[in-house]
């Protein structure tokens, strides 16, 4: 098996140039070391001083500079990294540029699953046609929202590969390796409503609800409910006392789970890793139901929550506590 440190000095020595760069492009090998991975996560770069305890996915994915007594290897290593993040940027760039309807790829998705397949390792090839495993035209181009669609594209990735890049990517995005993230305690308000994940729910909505029945088509559009960030892992709580009357997965909500809480009011949470009930089980407020994720139609970890009072959306917003 080829030395992954050695490998990465090479692809750092051909970066150099521009020329050679732009000839060579990446030369993917399957020389990839779990080991190197590893060390990637776990191992801080113990130079000393204020930057010393920046990962080595937080160099690669933020930035800054590099420790000055870091190991010369992995001083390679992240350059190489880095280098190909930013041709990957370019292409991510040129790919949001034919997308319509305001959709854009998550870069740090397609950034995560690069950097778990090809660090340390040497990689010729183009950044586009990587960037592509990312969309589809059919016809129109519309981003991937399937992992394992994106995985059956990229090439053979294991299963421990997938849960590295899940890692990788909820360390860039949340700041945890996911799991634990998320509240460990329900939050409920005075009228006894449970946020579903935590008292911190208002500083994690990434999307609104929005959703609107058009006056002339009867067509219904916008958001059906409100996206909050979470890290793959975290418990999702019962909104309120009910019955569970959908625990499955879907093409769009992927795994989710709907409760029945009585007098026309029910509640959705979706995008969920693992369902926890089953149909016709009784819940409490503030019962875990599901651990959240990225099933489904959905391009990162986060929960979609609903909130439906005799079938209709309304705004989680007014419910919350
Ligand atoms: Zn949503």
């Given at each position: 098996?080829?030395?992954?440190?050695?490998?990465?000095?090479?692809?750092?020595?051909?970066?150099?140039?521009?020329?050679?760069?732009?000839?060579?492009?990446?030369?993917?090998?399957?020389?990839?070391?779990?080991?190197?991975?590893?060390?990637?996560?776990?191992?801080?770069?113990?130079?000393?001083?204020?930057?010393?305890?920046?990962?080595?996915?937080?160099?690669?994915?933020?930035?800054?500079?590099?420790?000055?007594?870091?190991?010369?290897?992995?001083?390679?290593?992240?350059?190489?990294?880095?280098?190909?993040?930013?041709?990957?940027?370019?292409?991510?760039?040129?790919?949001?540029?034919?997308?319509?309807?305001?959709?854009?790829?998550?870069?740090?998705?397609?950034?995560?699953?690069?950097?778990?397949?090809?660090?340390?390792?040497?990689?010729?090839?183009?950044?586009?046609?990587?960037?592509?495993?990312?969309?589809?035209?059919?016809?129109?181009?519309?981003?991937?929202?399937?992992?394992?669609?994106?995985?059956?594209?990229?090439?053979?990735?294991?299963?421990?590969?997938?849960?590295?890049?899940?890692?990788?990517?909820?360390?860039?995005?949340?700041?945890?390796?996911?799991?634990?993230?998320?509240?460990?305690?329900?939050?409920?308000?005075?009228?006894?409503?449970?946020?579903?994940?935590?008292?911190?729910?208002?500083?994690?909505?990434?999307?609104?609800?929005?959703?609107?029945?058009?006056?002339?088509?009867?067509?219904?559009?916008?958001?059906?409910?409100?996206?909050?960030?979470?890290?793959?892992?975290?418990?999702?709580?019962?909104?309120?006392?009910?019955?569970?009357?959908?625990?499955?997965?879907?093409?769009?909500?992927?795994?989710?789970?709907?409760?029945?809480?009585?007098?026309?009011?029910?509640?959705?949470?979706?995008?969920?890793?693992?369902?926890?009930?089953?149909?016709?089980?009784?819940?409490?407020?503030?019962?875990v139901v599901s651990l959240s994720g990225s099933t489904g139609r959905s391009t990162g970890p986060h929960l979609h929550f609903e909130v439906r009072v005799n079938?209709?959306?309304?705004?989680?917003?007014?419910?919350?506590?």
């Amino acid at each position: 098996m080829a030395d992954p440190v050695l490998l990465a000095r090479l692809s750092a020595a051909a970066l150099t140039d521009e020329g050679t760069r732009k000839r060579t492009g990446w030369v993917i090998a399957a020389v990839f070391s779990p080991l190197i991975l590893v060390l990637a996560l776990l191992c801080s770069l113990a130079a000393g001083g204020s930057s010393g305890n920046a990962s080595i996915v937080e160099l690669c994915f933020n930035g800054g500079e590099l420790p000055p007594d870091a190991p010369a290897e992995y001083v390679a290593t992240i350059e190489v990294m880095r280098s190909s993040f930013a041709l990957l940027d370019e292409a991510i760039a040129a790919v949001n540029e034919q997308l319509e309807g305001g959709e854009s790829l998550d870069a740090l998705r397609v950034k995560a699953i690069f950097y778990v397949l090809y660090f340390g390792a040497e990689v010729h090839g183009d950044a586009q046609s990587f960037v592509d495993c990312f969309v589809s035209r059919v016809p129109q181009l519309v981003p991937v929202t399937d992992l394992e669609e994106i995985y059956r594209r990229t090439g053979v990735v294991t299963a421990e590969q997938q849960a590295n890049a899940e890692a990788v990517y909820n360390l860039v995005r949340y700041g945890s390796a996911g799991g634990t993230g998320g509240s460990d305690a329900p939050f409920i308000g005075a009228d006894g409503f449970c946020s579903p994940v935590g008292a911190n729910w208002r500083n994690i909505v990434t999307s609104e609800f929005g959703y609107r029945k058009d006056p002339f088509t009867g067509q219904t559009k916008g958001h059906s409910g409100m996206d909050l960030a979470v890290p793959t892992g975290t418990s999702v709580r019962a909104a309120l006392p009910g019955t569970v009357t959908i625990s499955q997965y879907s093409s769009s909500y992927g795994y989710y789970v709907m409760i029945d809480h009585g007098g026309g009011l029910a509640t959705l949470y979706a995008h969920n890793s693992k369902l926890l009930v089953s149909v016709g089980q009784t819940v409490n407020a503030g019962d875990v139901v599901s651990l959240s994720g990225s099933t489904g139609r959905s391009t990162g970890p986060h929960l979609h929550f609903e909130v439906r009072v005799n079938g209709e959306r309304t705004d989680p917003r007014s419910y919350l506590p």
